[in-house]
């Protein structure tokens, strides 16, 4: 199965600032699905098909990549970024989730 | 709007099963397929399998065979999920997620969890 890899497993930003965060796959997949999950929710679909934004998600984000690396940006951290991210694909079964990105505000 | 309902929480003895409900509204049901997603506490997510309730079709993860069985009752648009003998690994909070038609099957729809708890 494709493993999907965060870097980094933790981060922390200030206001304001430029946030990126990787998903590296094992093997090269089509696409990359990207969830946000605060504390104690359910997961949202967040980016899809690499650099979709799903509906009501803010401008501020964008996602990017192809083959192996794909990417999340944040141009301007706001507190209610504050969450963990996971990256997605089902190029191949079984589907599989990276670990996860925690993003906290500094 | 799409809603996905699920069962409330469980509490389950070692070695018992526990079945648990999603209830699809605001789409055809027949129309999606279903994923069940665990969640382990403090952890990521893990794909257990999914459910074509068009034709009753299922795909597990290779780890949950024999744990998971992933059924539906198309009259009232219900997913369930059933986990067989259940051990010290099985406490986790379980989703269920629509799968998209738009693009490359996200999943665009989730539940708001069933938390399952393993205690004698």
């Known amino acids: 199965q494709i493993v999907l890899t965060h870097s980094p497993a933790i981060m922390s930003a200030f206001l304001g600032e430029k946030v990126t965060m990787t998903c590296s796959a094992s093997s090269s997949v089509s696409y990359m699905h990207w969830y946000q999950q605060k504390s104690g929710t359910f997961p949202k679909r967040w980016i899809y098909?690499?650099?979709k934004l799903a509906s009501g998600v803010p401008a501020r984000f964008s996602g990017s990549g192809s083959g192996t690396s794909y990417s999340l940006t944040i141009s301007s951290m706001e507190a209610e970024d504050e969450a963990t991210y996971y990256c997605?694909?089902?190029?191949?079964?079984?589907?599989?989730f990276g670990a996860g990105t925690k993003l906290e505000l500094k | 709007e799409v809603q996905l309902q699920q069962s409330g929480p469980e509490l389950v003895k070692p070695g018992a099963s526990v079945k648990m409900s999603c209830k699809a509204s605001g789409y055809t049901f027949t129309s999606y397929v279903m994923h069940w997603v665990k969640q382990k506490p403090g952890q990521g997510l893990e794909w257990i399998g999914y459910f074509n309730p068009y034709n009753d079709i299922t795909k597990y993860n290779e780890k949950f065979k024999g744990k998971a069985t992933l059924t539906s009752d198309k009259s009232s648009s219900t997913a369930y999920m059933e986990l067989s003998s259940l051990t010290s690994e099985d406490p986790a909070v379980y989703y269920c997620?629509?799968?998209?038609?738009?693009?490359?099957?996200?999943?665009?729809?989730w539940g708001q969890g069933t938390s399952v708890t393993v205690s004698s």
């Open positions: 098909d690499t650099s």
């Open positions: 997605q694909q089902w190029s191949s079964n079984p589907p599989t």
């Open positions: 997620a629509r799968t998209s038609r738009d693009g490359y099957y996200a999943m665009d729809y």
